[in-house]
């Protein structure tokens, strides 16, 4: 047998070489696009995911806009849970001729919705929220038909109910406005 003698081997530096770099990549499922659009750089940030995708773009003023629903829940709840009759004869002008508790009941409910409110303020999360939104709306929903139907039966509009009754419409239509912004998608960049 005779002997050959083989050329020394090469090693190849893949790092070196841009074909075989971008086969690896190719096969790893690296630096293409996704379904989303995002363009992810390695095995391990397409496995988490990018967490720009999650943060939360919010519409300008929804923090303002839920601390001062925050604060006027609060104010409201205290002064329900304080001055009930005093509350009752602003808004109907009339005196109360029922026992307070209905009121006191009524403020310890806005204190309860307060601090969920009080939660959104201080939360990233855009599902939080967007419950909080939500919430704040469904209480100015109700309570504008509410007192509709309370001033309807008793048949007189003060001007105090009327005023109540623009300014938690005017509640609920900018609360409306924030919720659905919050809502919706992002166009990618």
Not at 37 to 57: A, F, P
Not at 90 to 100: A, G, K, M, Q, Y
Not at 155 to 184: D, E, I
Request: charged share 20%.
């Amino acid at each position: 047998m005779s002997n050959k003698l083989h050329p020394p081997l090469m090693k190849k530096h893949s790092q070196t070489d841009l074909v075989s770099r971008l086969k690896t990549r190719k096969i790893l499922g690296v630096g293409g696009e996704d379904d989303d659009g995002e363009v992810h750089r390695s095995k391990i940030s397409q496995m988490l995911g990018n967490e720009i995708k999650y943060t939360v773009r919010e519409p300008f003023g929804i923090r303002l806009w839920i601390l001062i629903s925050a604060v006027t829940f609060s104010v409201m709840a205290l002064v329900a849970l304080v001055f009930p009759n005093q509350l009752y004869e602003v808004v109907f002008e009339e005196e109360l001729s029922t026992t307070n508790i209905s009121i006191r009941l009524y403020g310890g409910a806005l204190l309860s919705l307060s601090l969920v409110i009080w939660n959104g303020v201080y939360t990233t999360e855009k599902v939080i929220i967007q419950w909080t939104l939500l919430t704040e709306a469904c209480y100015f929903a109700i309570q504008f038909l509410v007192t509709f139907i309370t001033l309807a039966e008793l048949g007189v509009m003060p001007n105090t109910a009327v005023l109540l009754l623009l300014s938690r419409l005017l509640f609920l239509v900018v609360t409306l406005a924030y919720y659905y912004h919050l809502g919706r998608r992002n166009k990618k960049m």
